[in-house]
């Protein structure tokens, strides 16, 4: 009896942003296995389906425990939001086949991927990502302070947009201020930023801000921050906050 | 009559890589609007529906059509392939409303996001974006060649995985070439590097090299390339290619 196991992502929150590959794994799961977050938004497709829900800072144990389910012959649904591959369960996955039992890296395992928090975020407001874009997580739980400060800076140096996930918890309130006052020393006090807080679901709430006045928004875990390259810019509109836009030419629109 | 304007991601190219919200988008509107090539890939809901295709490189041309059929009343769907925000229809969209009519800025206009060619492909070989990524187009169409190395550069210096759009194309040969060289300035030879061609779709094709070795293996514009951080791994399988991941934390496998 051969189990599999596969790692899906189910979108920024709202159920017509899943894609159907990922309704489709999920009607055929015997298990699912997630944070409960994210666990409470997969339905019910038959009564036989086993939850084993978790919360949020065990990954390599909740991925072990997919791994065992699936050599025990379970189809095993692994529950990201977003994309599986962007600071969600994948990379946990590999890691614990890397380090785990020889059998696991013969399991058959697929990952489907989903609309990641920064697509949602940047359909939101318009679109800021036109050029080239960095995406980083603000959490050092799993990386140094150090490490993140010189991406901030590589990012800037390069002139990309940057898209920060995870930008505050209760745990480390101080850093998103801290990131700011460090984007200050590199980028222009007028770069558009923007938030983005519950990007795809029904309760979207969008500030638009510049650099100089970032740290006076509110931001929590569930914020998407889009920090604008030099070109990103604003769109007046009659009704309604602006349009955000960076141009897709280095020469500014055409 | 008030006319709406929808800028949609259909995804990678597997028609369950597409939103429910995007099929439904699509379904409502009254003219599509886009590249051949995405508009080949619309099903046609009613015989009403008008199709206005165009080729790849006359971007703002398009936009202004479909602001202007929208203004005549039109419910407009405009096409892109992965994201709308990614390399995509979505800033041709806005730049065209900021340059163009005034009346535009009063048109509703949505944008509603689609899995973007980098998660398909990062799907196809396991969780290489485990860590903090760049995104980046090697097509210098609408930006210089000078730009496209200091953003090549800074991704290096911040140890980012740098996903690279556009690769290459018959109108400019030897810029991929020219990339890994550069790249081989700045990272370590060993460095993964994946290619997936035709990522998210039944075709999909996976090449795993080295950033040594890169320059040997064949890309075309329908190629996504994903080269590693210091961290991104291979772990080999008793059958298939080696699944590729980034571990979440700096110190490597948990």
Known sequence: MTGKLTIVGLGPGAPELMTPAVAEALRDATDFVGYDTYLDRVPQSNPDQRRHSSGNRVEID????????????????????????????????????????????????????????????????????????????????????????????????????????????????????????????WKPAETVVVFVRAAGTPQAEVHISTLADAHTVAADMRTLIIIGAGATRLIDRPDGAPWVYTPRSERGPQ
Not at 76 to 88: L, M, N
Not at 100 to 121: H, K, N, S, Y
Not at 160 to 167: D, K, Q, R, T
Request: a negative charge; hydrophobic letters at 50%; aromatic letters at 6%.
């Open 62 to 185: 909740r991925a072990r425990h997919a791994l065992q389910l699936a050599t025990e012959g379970r189809s095993v649904a692994v529950v990201s939001g977003g994309d599986p591959g962007v600071f969600a369960m994948a990379a946990a996955i590999f890691e614990a086949v890397e380090t785990g039992e020889e059998c696991w890296r013969g399991l058959d395992i697929r990952v489907e991927p989903g609309v990641t928090a920064v697509l949602a975020a940047s359909a939101a407001v318009g679109a800021p990502l036109g050029g080239d874009f960095c995406v980083i997580s603000l959490s050092d739980n799993l990386k140094s302070w150090d490490l993140i400060t010189r991406r901030l800076e590589a990012a800037s140096r390069g002139d990309f947009v940057i898209a920060l996930y995870n930008p505050t918890s209760r745990a480390r309130p101080h850093q998103l201020a801290d990131a700011f006052a460090l984007l200050r020393q």
